[in-house]
Protein backbone atom coordinates (compact mmCIF):
# COMPACT_ATOMS: atom_id res chain seq x y z
CA UNK A 1 0.00 0.00 0.00
CA UNK A 2 1.56 3.10 -1.53
CA UNK A 3 0.47 6.46 0.85
CA UNK A 4 0.62 9.76 -1.01
CA UNK A 5 0.58 13.24 0.75
CA UNK A 6 0.20 16.39 -0.98
CA UNK A 7 0.78 19.32 0.00
CA UNK A 8 1.54 23.21 -1.34
CA UNK A 9 -1.55 24.26 -2.56
CA UNK A 10 -3.11 28.04 -2.43
CA UNK A 11 -4.29 31.31 -3.57
CA UNK A 12 -1.69 32.88 -6.07
CA UNK A 13 -2.44 35.85 -8.29
CA UNK A 14 -2.25 35.59 -12.00
CA UNK A 15 1.85 35.31 -13.36
CA UNK A 16 2.66 34.16 -9.82
CA UNK A 17 4.51 30.76 -8.43
CA UNK A 18 3.10 27.66 -6.79
CA UNK A 19 5.21 24.24 -5.63
CA UNK A 20 3.38 21.52 -5.02
CA UNK A 21 5.01 18.59 -3.02
CA UNK A 22 3.84 14.93 -2.97
CA UNK A 23 5.09 11.91 -0.25
CA UNK A 24 5.14 9.17 -0.95
CA UNK A 25 5.13 5.97 1.81
CA UNK A 26 5.14 2.68 2.15
CA UNK A 27 6.59 0.92 -0.58
CA UNK A 28 8.03 3.61 -2.90
CA UNK A 29 10.25 0.67 -4.47
CA UNK A 30 7.57 -0.12 -6.09
CA UNK A 31 6.87 2.95 -8.13
CA UNK A 32 7.18 2.69 -12.09
CA UNK A 33 5.86 6.07 -12.22
CA UNK A 34 4.11 9.39 -10.31
CA UNK A 35 1.87 11.96 -12.10
CA UNK A 36 -0.04 15.23 -11.57
CA UNK A 37 -3.66 15.57 -12.52
CA UNK A 38 -6.00 17.86 -11.75
CA UNK A 39 -9.47 18.97 -11.85
CA UNK A 40 -11.52 21.65 -12.07
CA UNK A 41 -15.13 22.19 -10.95
CA UNK A 42 -17.33 20.46 -14.15
CA UNK A 43 -14.89 19.14 -15.62
CA UNK A 44 -12.53 15.53 -15.97
CA UNK A 45 -9.64 15.26 -13.79
CA UNK A 46 -7.08 16.10 -16.57
CA UNK A 47 -3.28 14.41 -16.77
CA UNK A 48 -0.52 17.56 -16.15
CA UNK A 49 2.68 15.87 -15.89
CA UNK A 50 4.69 12.56 -14.89
CA UNK A 51 7.67 11.38 -14.13
CA UNK A 52 9.33 7.80 -14.63
CA UNK A 53 10.69 7.18 -10.91
CA UNK A 54 13.67 5.27 -12.10
CA UNK A 55 14.92 7.87 -14.93
CA UNK A 56 13.40 10.94 -14.38
CA UNK A 57 12.45 10.88 -17.60
CA UNK A 58 9.41 13.62 -17.64
CA UNK A 59 6.07 14.10 -19.77
CA UNK A 60 3.98 17.25 -19.39
CA UNK A 61 1.31 18.12 -21.44
CA UNK A 62 1.36 20.88 -23.97
CA UNK A 63 -0.68 23.59 -21.96
CA UNK A 64 1.80 23.64 -18.74
CA UNK A 65 4.80 23.35 -20.77
CA UNK A 66 7.48 25.95 -20.38
CA UNK A 67 5.52 26.67 -17.18
CA UNK A 68 5.19 23.62 -14.89
CA UNK A 69 8.00 21.88 -14.31
CA UNK A 70 8.20 17.86 -12.53
CA UNK A 71 10.92 16.30 -10.54
CA UNK A 72 11.71 14.25 -7.72
CA UNK A 73 13.73 13.65 -4.96
CA UNK A 74 14.34 10.33 -4.44
CA UNK A 75 16.15 10.21 -1.01
CA UNK A 76 12.51 11.88 0.11
CA UNK A 77 10.90 10.04 -1.58
CA UNK A 78 8.85 13.33 -2.86
CA UNK A 79 7.80 14.15 -6.65
CA UNK A 80 7.45 18.14 -7.01
CA UNK A 81 5.28 20.49 -9.08
CA UNK A 82 6.73 23.78 -9.98
CA UNK A 83 4.13 26.24 -11.43
CA UNK A 84 5.57 29.22 -12.65
CA UNK A 85 3.57 32.04 -14.77
CA UNK A 86 0.36 30.44 -13.45
CA UNK A 87 -3.17 31.64 -15.05
CA UNK A 88 -6.52 31.54 -13.75
CA UNK A 89 -7.54 28.65 -15.80
CA UNK A 90 -4.55 26.57 -13.92
CA UNK A 91 -7.51 26.65 -11.21
CA UNK A 92 -7.78 23.07 -9.64
CA UNK A 93 -7.73 20.63 -7.58
CA UNK A 94 -4.20 19.06 -7.91
CA UNK A 95 -3.98 15.37 -7.56
CA UNK A 96 -0.30 13.36 -6.68
CA UNK A 97 -0.45 10.05 -8.31
CA UNK A 98 0.94 6.92 -8.43
CA UNK A 99 1.51 4.18 -11.34
CA UNK A 100 3.26 0.67 -10.32
CA UNK A 101 3.65 -1.16 -13.70
CA UNK A 102 3.11 1.77 -16.33
CA UNK A 103 1.12 -0.82 -18.68
CA UNK A 104 -1.40 1.96 -19.68
CA UNK A 105 -0.89 4.98 -21.21
CA UNK A 106 0.75 7.98 -19.02
CA UNK A 107 -2.09 9.90 -19.57
CA UNK A 108 -4.83 7.77 -18.25
CA UNK A 109 -5.83 8.64 -14.98
CA UNK A 110 -7.41 4.71 -14.20
CA UNK A 111 -3.76 3.50 -14.72
CA UNK A 112 -2.37 5.02 -11.88
CA UNK A 113 -3.22 2.90 -8.52
CA UNK A 114 -2.28 4.81 -5.60
CA UNK A 115 -3.82 8.83 -5.36
CA UNK A 116 -3.77 11.47 -2.72
CA UNK A 117 -6.58 13.81 -1.05
CA UNK A 118 -5.79 16.66 -3.38
CA UNK A 119 -4.60 20.61 -3.02
CA UNK A 120 -6.32 23.07 -3.96
CA UNK A 121 -4.81 25.69 -6.05
CA UNK A 122 -6.43 29.05 -7.20
CA UNK A 123 -5.34 31.50 -9.05
CA UNK A 124 -6.67 34.80 -9.18
CA UNK A 125 -6.68 37.48 -11.87
Known amino acids: QVQLVESGGGLVQAEGSLRLSCVASGGTFRLYRMGWFRQAPGKEREFVAA????????YVVDSVKGRFTISRDTAKSTVYLQMNSLKPEDTAVYYCAADLDGTLGVARPDGYDYWGQGTQVTVSS
Open 51 to 58: LRWSTAFT
